[in-house]
């Protein structure tokens, strides 16, 4: 094979075009690499089994006839709560065990359609619930630390990219799930507002929050991915205004010193690039955060009332549990204080003049599977809710939001991300914003696994 390791979509595309690369060769790399690292990682939990016939019928398309996007003959992952047809579909729970997809997903179709190959399915949170654990289809080990999490729920997909198995992954985000897993595995994660890439089809137990998104190995992939997936990607793009605003208040409270100090270094390699970092808030921000939480359950556990949990994990059954005990008060409260949010945030961005928020992606580095408190600032404070202050706020708004890799926590040696949320509507621009950011920030170190 010529293909030099995690070449970018563009590069890929042109080394097919002129002959240099065979799509043949391309998927059998890609599936001889889930037969040496699955095993340790578990980043896919079925396969398709006609990937390599797929391979050879689009090698032939193009030599006959050109390819039909930048996506001709590329690998594709897809979250297991995504349906791909004849494939197990059991967003990973033993609940829909035996359940098969009986047609392919929005997203799916979208993908054969531009001559991507589906190599099968990712592991995940049981039932995207965000969890760090699933007895019945284990999910993915973190590929920089396997005794650390990956992030949820678009596990296997982060790590399947961080990998080098496949450049175009897809997820689903409700909560931080797929900038979650990108951030905790070093690659770049791509939400963009609900129905900027099709939900027709997938697994949907948080419709007011959860979005379908991009995993890739840098901007230029998402980018690519997105302007042939997206049913408008748009042709219009704002040049981003070099002017971001800093929940500086925000950050200095939640943050431990070690994540502090590479967003320190972060933000004055963007100064000295250019930019005017604005100290501000956003008004509201933590209460639409919370807010975004108990909609998630209440609307989670609307879904699970539907299920036969028996056959779920302990951390679903409680989490049915919990939602049972929500009144209607508490949910109307909650999703007034989401579109509250949603309005403070479009006026802050426009009265301040800036393109988007900028803050971590995680106040801390990815923590052991087992932790469930860090100590931040002197005290103790609880992972989960702790860790999404930054990451959930644009589900409750339905943003669009980024998280590119910033460098390596000193003392864990995985990676830590920085963040960027932007009005829902705005991903093109967003995109164009995260291309200069990641511009100005140094790459990672090779994975060691690699």
Known sequence: MTMPPFATIPALHDRLADGRARIPSLVADSLDAIARLNPAYRAFSHLS????????????EWDASGSRSPLHGLPVSVKGNIPVAGRPWTEGTRIHASRMAPRDAGIVQRVRAAGGIVLGTTTLSELAMYGVTNAFEPMALNPWDTARTAGGSSTGAGVACALGITPVNIGTDSGGSIRNPACHCGVVGFMPRIGGLSTEG??????????????????????????????RPGTRVETPRRRLLVLRELIDTMCDDETLELFAAACRYFVDAGFELVDGEVPGWMAGEHAAGVVSLFESGQALAHMDISLGSDGIRLRAANAARLDAYAVDTARAACAALRRSLSETLQSAGVSAVL???????????????????GRTVPIDPHRNCFVRAANAVDACAISLPMGLYPGARVPAGVHLTAPGGHER???????????????????PTL
């Open 49 to 60: 089994d006609d990937a390599m016939v797929q391979a050879d019928a689009l090698q032939a």
């Open 202 to 231: 997938k697994a949907n137990h948080t419709p007011s929050l959860s979005s379908v998104g991009l995993i890739g190995r840098c901007v230029v992939d998402v980018e690519a991915a997105w302007n042939v997936l997206a049913d």
């Open 359 to 377: 803050t971590p992606t995680w106040p801390f580095a990815a923590p052991g599977l087992d932790t469930q408190s860090l100590v931040v600032g």
């Open 429 to 447: 621009t967003l995109l164009a914003l995260a291309r200069i950011v990641e511009g100005c920030l140094p790459a990672l170190p090779a994975l």
